[in-house]
Nanobody, 122 residues
Framework: QVQLVESGGGSVQAGGSLRLSCASS????????MGWFRQAPGKERERVAT???????RYLDSVKGRFTISKDNAKNTQYLLMNRLKPDDTAVYYC????????????????WGRGTQVTVSS
């Protein structure tokens, strides 16, 4: 049974940092596209960052230079390091996985976590 479980969300002041983790089970992330998505209240879900099986990364323009996606295949876990957080980053953050690659910048991922709340206050 495939499971993705996010952790590391919370409340932080603008300019602060958080690191999200997503632990996967039931499959190996080694051959999967891995992604982070977010949804703010009243807004559509948006794609934040993706990492391909070969480690190629891609980011939403508004988070470039501030967020870093990474993965540890041995731990079957992906991460999202978020620096210089802004109130506009407030959202529920979801991790997702989809078999394939190398192109991973799309929305129709097959497996999803339940999300973790990130709140950034000004």
């Amino acid at each position: 049974q495939v499971q993705l479980v996010e952790s590391g969300g919370g409340s932080v002041q603008a300019g602060g940092s958080l690191r999200l983790s997503c632990a996967s089970s039931g499959y190996s992330i080694r051959n999967y596209c891995m992604g982070w998505f977010r949804q703010a209240p009243g807004k559509e879900r948006e794609r934040v960052a993706t990492i391909s099986p070969d480690g190629t990364t891609r980011y939403l323009d508004s988070v470039k230079g501030r967020f870093t996606i990474s993965k540890d295949n041995a731990k079957n876990t992906q991460y999202l390091l978020m620096n210089r957080l802004k109130p506009d980053d407030t959202a529920v953050y979801y991790c997702a996985a989809d078999y394939g690659g190398p192109l991973c910048w799309y929305d129709t991922y097959n497996y999803w976590g339940r999300g973790t709340q990130v709140t950034v206050s000004s």
